[in-house]
């Protein structure tokens, strides 16, 4: 190869053209893992389309990046050292932006979150990145299955963002993973930053050092999908300390008591209502699409003027099935429906007053029948294991946990 490229260089100098030393580049430690830890903003940019931001109402792995990405503002010296990679130019500081408006919390708040001891040595300090893995690493981790375009994450996708609903209001909590920790069908993870559905498990388990095997099939919330084995995907959870998580199954607890006794007070009401809107699509299936809601009010003022909201289709409505809640929690129990009824939501677009495309939320394409099961199951708390399946038209229980050591 040495001589190829000496007779190359000959070619080109009787071209006349200049021909330069090749240089090696050679990164030290420090710089490939600023680089990881910018990579990390910069995959955060592309899934979202805007940089990570600060605020408590925001993810915690979404203020950590917004965090590194205003030390890396202010580390001007590794500028040059990213500026191939700054394609949307982040580390320019917005204008108008103070950095003490930037994250109430004070610095050694920040830091303790990015693992950086406030008074550790100069080598710890937030260019070391101590929790960012090289890049080598992490892309031995990524090779451990590869991924593919989901052909079907049209029928995935609301089942993610209603896991990202409940974890927003509480319902979920997004835990550490265990080693060699259950592996269940229908489970939500956190890998590498991204939500994990488990969609597949296999029938049968070949057994491998005492422990069950298997491939698995699993959806990325990012649209693509792989199939792991199921000990490597239980390792590359466990070992993915940054972010590696299991996301809990919703917290349903007693929520209603049924007969109101002495002292209950009587929190609010689920309704079931089905539009009289002349869409063709909700009139092709008008005894199938039912929105389902809670309420601490009156349902008849609450649907009043539906005529003239979008939240109803724009249409009045009709009450079909109301149920008395007691002692309950209303935004939690509309996250367990939003839950349970993920994979039937009504895709549907329609123009509000004001020509505006707007998507209701809250209509699904659920027989009665199914929502008097899932109130039931509610009352006697056994709804956790089950979800809403479109193809049997029915409730379906998750398949029991796999992969327990």
Excluded at 73 to 95: K, N, W, Y
Excluded at 296 to 325: K, M
């Amino acid at each position: 190869m040495a001589d190829l490229d000496h007779e190359d260089d000959k070619l080109l100098a009787e071209l006349g053209v200049e021909v330069t030393a090749r240089k090696v580049a050679t990164r030290t430690p420090q710089e490939e893992r600023v680089i990881a830890g910018f990579e990390d903003i910069l995959k955060f940019h592309a899934e979202h389309g805007r940089a990570p931001q600060h605020g408590e109402d925001r993810e915690i792995f979404e203020r950590l990046y917004a965090v590194r990405l205003d030390r890396l503002r202010e580390l001007t010296e590794f500028h040059p050292l990213l500026a191939e990679l700054d394609t949307p130019g982040l580390l320019a500081m917005p204008e108008g932006l103070a950095p003490a408006e930037i994250e109430s919390l004070d610095d050694e708040d920040l830091l303790a979150e990015l693992g950086i001891e406030a008074d550790a040595p100069a080598e710890d300090d937030i260019t070391t990145l101590r929790h960012v893995k090289p890049r080598q690493e992490i892309r031995a981790a990524e090779e451990v299955t590869s991924r593919r375009p989901c052909a079907e994450f049209d029928q995935f996708k609301p089942l993610f963002e209603a896991v990202r609903t409940d974890l927003k209001s509480g319902v979920r909590e997004a835990r550490k993973f265990g080693e060699s920790a259950a592996i269940r069908k229908g489970e939500f993870f956190i890998l590498g930053g991204q939500i994990a559905y488990v969609a597949e498990v296999p029938e049968e388990f070949t057994i491998e050092h005492d422990h069950p095997n298997g491939r698995l099939r699993v959806i990325f919330d990012n649209g693509t999908e792989s199939e792991p084995l199921l000990r490597s995907f239980q390792r590359a959870l466990y070992k993915d300390e940054q972010v590696g998580r299991r996301i809990t199954d919703p917290a349903v607890g007693p929520l209603f008591g049924g007969v109101a006794e002495d002292g209950d007070l009587e929190s609010g009401t689920i309704y079931v209502l089905r539009s009289l809107s002349e869409h063709p699509v909700v009139a092709e299936r008008r005894d199938l699409i039912h929105k389902i809601g809670v309420t601490g009010g009156d349902v008849g003022v609450r649907v009043a003027n539906a005529r003239h909201d979008p939240t109803y289709l724009l249409a009045d409505v009709e009450i079909v099935a109301t149920y008395r809640l007691y002692n309950i929690n209303r935004a939690k129990l509309e996250a367990v429906f939003h839950r349970v009824f993920g994979r039937a939501r009504l895709d549907l677009m329609i123009p509000d007053r004001f020509g505006q495309a707007v998507r209701p939320r809250e209509w699904f394409l659920v027989p009665l029948h199914v929502i008097d099961e899932v109130v039931e199951r509610i009352t006697n708390q056994t709804i956790t294991d089950y979800e809403y399946d479109p193809a049997t038209a029915s409730l379906v229980q998750h398949a029991d946990g796999v992969g327990q050591s």
